[in-house]
T-cell receptor
Framework: DADVTQTPRNRITKTGKRIMLECSQT?????MYWYRQDPGLGLRLIYY???????NKGEISDGYSVSRQAQAKFSLSLESAIPNQTALYFC????????????FGSGTRLTVV | AQKVTQAQTEISVVEKEDVTLDCVYE???????LFWYKQPPSGELVFLIR??????QNEISGRYSWNFQKSTSSFNFTITASQVVDSAVYFC?????????????FGKGTTLSVSS
């Protein structure tokens, strides 16, 4: 099993629908992140969480919400999807002790029509 | 504020050419980490290297090498004798240790196309 699992891998949804992207990890890391990737813009941070009780907004949090249900689970929700939220979404975890790096999920490709 | 700039949006080379991908960063921290990631057409992010701010030694790994220069705030990546399989988007990223574990800040990426 992958260290960081994102579901679904691909999703097409309609404008105005609520959608949840899920992320689970087996790394035992406290810190989790959601990024969005758009062509030519790189990866931009949406939200991050340092533990179950700690949620922080990133660079582009408008239109998104998150839930840290457990240390291993961090979900991203689009309350009312819009077409410009069409993007590739990545979940990641990190080790707070050594800052050695980040483990990324395989990504969720979301299309809002 | 922290920032990563990859000025080269796209680079095209022919197989066996050497190619250098530029990365310039901005940070107020004295302790920070720099990363390179590769994103092949399949879409996953592949970790290539992490370097901390106290280690300015250049690093070589096979055909890949990295040149870290604090004086110019640069962390450039060179691929020697490029191959078609090197075609990908390459991201440079920065993490500041003062906020250890804080999110990676990415550059916008450089798309490398290697033709045969």
């Amino acid at each position: 099993d992958a260290d960081v699992t994102q579901t679904p891998r691909n999703r097409i949804t309609k404008t105005g629908k609520r959608i949840m992207l899920e992320c689970s990890q087996t790394k035992g890391h406290d810190r989790m992140y959601w990024y969005r990737q758009d062509p030519g813009l790189g990866l931009r941070l949406i939200y991050y969480s340092f533990d179950v009780k700690d949620i922080n907004k990133g660079e582009i949090s408008d239109g998104y919400s998150v839930s840290r249900q457990a240390q291993a689970k961090f979900s991203l929700s689009l309350e009312s999807a819009i077409p410009n939220q069409t993007a590739l979404y990545f979940c990641a975890t990190s080790d707070p002790g050594t800052n050695y790096g980040y483990t990324f999920g395989s990504g969720t490709r979301l299309t809002v029509v | 504020a922290q920032k990563v700039t990859q000025a080269q949006t796209e680079i095209s080379v022919v197989e066996k050419e050497d190619v250098t991908l530029d990365c310039v960063y901005e940070t107020r921290d004295t302790t920070y980490y720099l990363f390179w990631y590769k994103q092949p057409p399949s879409g996953e992010l592949v970790f290539l290297i992490r370097r901390n701010s106290f280690d300015e030694q250049n690093e070589i790994s096979g055909r890949y090498s990295w040149n870290f220069q604090k004086s110019t705030s640069s962390f450039n990546f060179t691929i020697t004798a490029s191959q078609v399989v090197d075609s990908a988007v390459y991201f440079c990223a920065l993490s500041e240790a003062a906020q250890a574990g804080t999110a990676l800040i990415f550059g916008k990426g450089t798309t490398l196309s290697v033709s045969s």
